[in-house]
């Protein structure tokens, strides 16, 4: 299954941060965090989990692979050819939601 890049909020750490900072640490690329989307909290029976969701701008550097066996860029028409973990769905449909309502207010 697929699964968003991120972790854990540090002592201290806004969960904005904590992305940007997972995100170098996981793919080796600087980003800034943008507009929140939605959060997101499932109970996979021997866990819970909860995400939040931004938007995320790449910013400088060229993705590593430091924690994960693969990775895939791709187009927000495309998310639906990949399987993905249930807790990120809320994410990817408050995604869904984020790009219509620009793409509505653009005219």
Excluded at 28 to 43: E, K, N, R, Y
Excluded at 60 to 87: K, P, R, T
């Amino acid at each position: 299954m697929w699964e968003f890049p991120g972790g854990k909020v540090e002592v201290d750490e806004t969960p904005a941060q904590a992305l940007e900072r997972e995100l170098y640490e996981e793919l080796s690329i600087g980003t800034t965090t943008g507009v929140w989307l939605a959060d997101s909290v499932f109970d996979y029976g021997d866990k819970i989990v909860e995400l939040k969701g931004y938007l995320s701008h790449w910013q400088q550097g060229e993705i590593q692979l430091n924690s994960h066996q693969q990775m895939a860029w791709v187009s927000l028409s495309q998310l639906d050819n990949y399987h993905f973990c249930a807790a990120d769905y809320p994410i990817i449909t408050a995604l869904h939601n984020h790009m219509a309502q620009m793409s509505n207010t653009k005219g």
